[in-house]
């Protein structure tokens, strides 16, 4: 199997989002924000409200984590940052990425089928970083550009950061509907027979 | 000098190694698993783990940015003294690891969410306590990330599934938790007690190294069967496919009810953080999983 590599430069367009195919790797370069739970909450309340984001999302790479951060002589430095649970913000995501466009979704263990829909119609994808893996994050962030809603703690708020080549990224759901968390599923059904199997006959050899 | 103190800078190591350094053991099941994976993606995810806690080695720094919620486990010795001032010891070390290692704050208020800042809190650090023969102190912790905390499992099964009742039930609780825990995982399995302590007894068999064998041979089997079973599962590293889901299953068990057969299943991540050493009651401090720099 050959793996395609892409390096992209935010901001990313829609047509370059859905260039990106499922199991091909990208190198992230340019603006993301990080954004749990809550900052995902917050982004909503305020657009129902009518009130405009402290800055627009749109082709940027949305990261799903919550930094561990150090401050030094008054600026941030991000120590630790690996993503975190997507699943968590699958109630919110589809309504985030029509709202406010970004274009890759970063986290881990994927999301569910309102999120595949969002990123068909809207021309995003979501990608697959190592979980834990929050140092080479740290290693490929240049910047801490700024951080809003602080008042959420650390890890929920919105932290906006300068990464070069952030990656490999490993494309898991695409703008087409090619689903890689679906395809391991597949498999994972069909063994768990074959396991089941397995339990049944060794209980049936002891008795 | 003062018990409480020793204890209180003891405990602040021990969060220290653990959450920027993993023991030994796994290590080495880490780099064991990225030299068999079969799955190209998998291998990959095993590639940055193992690029990742090298990292953390090196610079002394946390290996992973959700240093979880800090879980102490004390054996204090018939014939250790004092235990005055042990309880705050705790919190103590807690709160000076936060800002000196530092620790991502995780604690929150549970209804209003508010970050209470210094990973402390009511009911927090958990601390086990257990009294045992000898005059020493024990003293274990586990930083215990949201991720493989979220996916825990408990089942209150029927007497008469039996032991393929329980194999079943450990194998739907991996499927079910999928990618969300960051397999490779350790699998922690508490089988019988109260429904509480069959999540006590998974969580607490995390604590056996990956190298170490189980002394009881019924559940040492049990666990290899386990394993090979939930490795058969293809979830893979991260969730993305592969024949690496699980690092080891540890089990525990205790005496139940006629009427119940519980089961506790917990996972630790591939980041399996543990850090353990023995206080002799003269205070002397000897570091059982960390060698002291």
């Known amino acids: ?43 909503l309340k305020w657009l129902e409200e009518g009130k405009p984001l402290p800055l627009s999302f749109e082709g940027l790479g949305l990261f799903h984590s919550g930094p561990m951060v150090e401050r030094v002589d008054g600026e941030w430095r991000v120590v630790c940052a690996g993503p ?15 709202a406010f466009k970004p274009r890759i979704i970063i986290g881990k263990g994927g999301m569910g089928s309102r999120t595949a829909e969002a990123l068909r119609n809207f021309g995003a994808v979501y990608c697959s970083f190592t979980g834990g893996a929050g140092l080479l994050v740290a290693d490929a962030v240049r910047e801490v550009e700024g951080v809003e809603w602080l008042d959420l703690g650390v890890p929920e708020a919105l932290w906006v950061l300068r990464v070069e080549g952030f990656g490999p990224l490993t494309v898991a759901m695409d703008a087409s509907g090619g689903n890689l968390y679906a395809e391991v599923a597949k498999g994972v059904q069909e063994n768990k027979v074959k396991i089941y199997e397995r339990i049944g006959l060794k209980q049936k050899s002891r008795s | 000098m003062r018990l409480d ?14 959450v920027t350094d993993l023991p030994a053991d796994v290590k080495e099941a880490l780099e064991q698993a990225y030299r068999s994976e079969v799955s190209e993606i998998g291998k990959a ?33 018939e014939g250790f003294g004092s235990v005055r001032g042990l309880g705050e010891a705790f919190v103590g070390a807690v709160r000076r690891a936060t800002v000196e290692v530092p620790l991502r704050p995780n604690a929150v208020e549970p209804f209003t969410r508010v970050n209470s800042g210094d990973n402390t809190g009511r009911g927090l650090p958990r601390v086990v306590w257990e009294f045992v023969e000898g005059d020493g102190l024990e003293v274990a912790v586990v930083p215990k990330g949201g991720g493989g905390e979220n996916v825990s499992m408990l089942g209150m099964l029927g007497p008469t599934e039996g032991v393929g009742g329980v194999k079943r039930f450990v194998v739907d609780a991996v499927i079910e938790a999928g990618a969300r825990p960051c397999p490779p995982v350790v699998v922690g399995v508490g089988v019988g007690g109260s429904a509480d302590q069959a999540l006590g007894l998974a969580k607490r068999a995390l604590l056996r190294p990956l190298d170490e064998r189980n002394p009881d041979a019924r559940l040492a089997g049990l666990e290899e069967e386990l394993l090979e079973l939930i490795n058969a599962t293809g979830i893979g590293p991260m969730g993305l496919g592969g024949s690496t889901t699980a690092l080891g299953v540890r089990m525990d068990w205790a005496h139940c009810h006629t009427a119940s057969l519980p089961v506790g299943v917990v996972f630790q991540c591939w980041a399996a953080r543990r850090a353990r050493a023995r206080i002799s009651r003269d205070g002397r401090v000897e570091y059982l999983s960390h060698r002291r720099e």
């Open chain 1, 84 to 98: 975190t649970t997507s699943a968590r913000m699958e109630d919110l995501e589809a309504r985030f990425l029509e």
């Open chain 2, 45 to 77: 995810q095993l590639g940055n783990i193992v690029r990742n806690f090298c990292l953390a080695g090196e610079g002394g720094v946390p290996l992973c940015q959700d240093t979880g919620l800090i879980e102490f486990y004390v054996w204090v010795g």
């Open chain 2, 5 to 18: 103190r020793v204890v209180e800078e003891t405990a602040f190591n021990l969060v220290r190694f653990a």
């Open chain 1, 1 to 43: 199997m050959t793996v395609t590599v892409h390096r992209y430069r935010t901001p990313i367009s829609e047509d370059q989002a859905r260039k990106l195919r499922v199991s091909d790797e990208l190198y992230l370069s340019g603006m993301i924000i990080t954004a749990r739970d809550q900052a995902h909450m917050r982004a």
